[in-house]
């Protein structure tokens, strides 16, 4: 039903009432259509597939270019979709806040915000706190494989170290060093934030307490705790 000369439409499927002429197919109707109208509707038509080869031919260049914008269009929005799904999933994980407060009873989001803290390290934890117990050797076990964590506290006493050893023998070890000098508590991922925790990691969310993501000030204090880490080795 498609010939080389003529597209018949759907709805005349016999072949009559074409929707399109091809070239060709307008030269053989010139040679059966004699009448002076069929004639002047043959030469404009004729003279509009010249009219058309020249402005391929004359804007070929122009063609490849817009293929070629085209194409790096195409590059570039799939480059946009990957960066947009990777903004997406940075959002869905959640950035840790930089501040704010638990108040009394909100023992389960306070817990769940230090466990994202611990979660969000890539390569190491150091914890500041003077009351430690084997609640937070159990939250620091859920860090991320290969993360290292160390503790530095007041005092290591008899339960605390009996607790640690257990917990080494079965979970990827922590390591607790004494240190007397500092009242606050302190969490350090990757020894590049300072979190000020205005609780102790084994009770968030008993009382009010206030937490804060440091600046400036942050830098002294991991500078003063690497180097009693270098010390202490």
Not at 169 to 186: A, N, S
């Amino acid at each position: 039903m498609v010939s080389q000369n003529a597209i018949p439409s759907r709805k005349h499927l016999g072949g009559f009432l074409p929707y399109v002429f091809t070239e060709q197919g307008v030269a053989s109707l010139a040679g059966v259509l004699r009448s002076v109208r069929a004639a002047e509707v043959h030469v404009k038509i004729m003279r509009a597939f010249v009219e058309m080869r020249r402005f391929i031919q004359r804007d070929a260049n122009v063609f490849a270019r817009l293929d070629s914008v085209d194409r790096r269009q195409i590059a570039f929005e799939t480059e946009t979709e990957k960066n947009f799904e990777k903004v997406f999933q940075a959002l869905e994980a959640g950035a840790p806040a930089k501040q704010g407060i638990f108040f009394d009873g909100h023992i389960f989001d306070a817990y769940v915000f230090v466990n994202d803290l611990l979660r969000q390290a890539q390569k190491s934890i150091v914890l500041i706190d003077n009351y430690v117990d084997d609640s937070v050797l159990a939250q620091l076990a859920k860090r991320r494989k290969g993360v290292s964590a160390t503790i530095l506290t007041r005092a290591i006493g008899k339960a605390l170290a009996q607790d640690l050893k257990k917990h080494n023998t079965q979970y990827p070890p922590v390591t607790i060093l004494e240190f007397t000098p500092c009242h606050d508590r302190f969490l350090i991922p990757d020894a590049e934030t300072v979190y000020h925790l205005g609780a102790s990691l084994k009770d968030p969310g008993k009382k009010w307490f206030a937490f804060s993501k440091m600046d400036k000030a942050g830098l002294v204090v991991m500078e003063r705790v690497e180097k009693m880490l270098r010390d202490a080795r």
